[in-house]
């Protein structure tokens, strides 16, 4: 299994993340899920292997989740992937897949149990925070 990343590249979190995974030297397969969507089953099998419900993969911040109404405790998980399926940018990212899991990886430190590989040197946030250092 190969390493992957559903990626935003507009997401400082995700780009963050994606600079840990290369640090060690992997190149992941970089799907940019906003052009590509996605299906159901794939949603359904990437949240059951991180152990999350469609309610927390829910970005609540800049994306239209208020507005469709999807904030409400009472919304159903079919009604939230449906949404997420006619809305991309609902899923919260980003989502990497390792052969030693698969975790949404906010804060970008959570990717690192995912790591099959040591780090090659620090890594460093966009804004200049240490992730970590080998």
């Known amino acids: 299994m190969t390493t992957v990343i559903h990626h935003n590249p507009d997401c400082g979190?995700?780009?963050?993340v994606l600079a840990v995974i290369r640090?060690?030297?992997?190149?992941?397969?970089?799907?940019?899920?906003?052009k590509t969507g996605w299906t159901r089953?794939?949603?359904?099998?990437?949240?059951?292997?991180?152990?999350?419900?469609?309610?927390?993969?829910?970005?609540?911040?800049?994306?239209?989740?208020?507005?469709?109404?999807l904030?409400?405790?009472?919304?159903?998980?079919?009604v939230?992937?449906?949404?997420?399926?006619?809305?991309?940018?609902?899923?919260?990212?980003?989502?990497?897949?390792?052969?030693?899991?698969?975790?949404l990886c906010r804060p970008s430190e959570a990717v690192l149990p995912l790591l099959e590989k040591p780090?090659?040197?620090p890594v460093y946030k966009e804004d200049g925070t240490l992730i970590l250092a080998p």
């Open 80 to 103: 939230l992937l449906d949404a997420m399926l006619q809305h991309p940018v609902l899923v919260n990212r980003p989502i990497v897949c390792t052969p030693k899991g698969v975790a």
């Open 13 to 16: 979190t995700s780009r963050n």
């Open 71 to 78: 904030l409400a405790p009472d919304v159903s998980d079919d």
């Open 41 to 69: 089953p794939q949603l359904q099998a990437l949240f059951a292997a991180a152990d999350i419900t469609p309610r927390d993969a829910l970005r609540t911040s800049k994306s239209p989740a208020e507005e469709l109404g």
């Open 23 to 34: 640090a060690t030297g992997t190149e992941p397969v970089v799907v940019e899920y906003l």
């Open 119 to 121: 780090l090659t040197g």
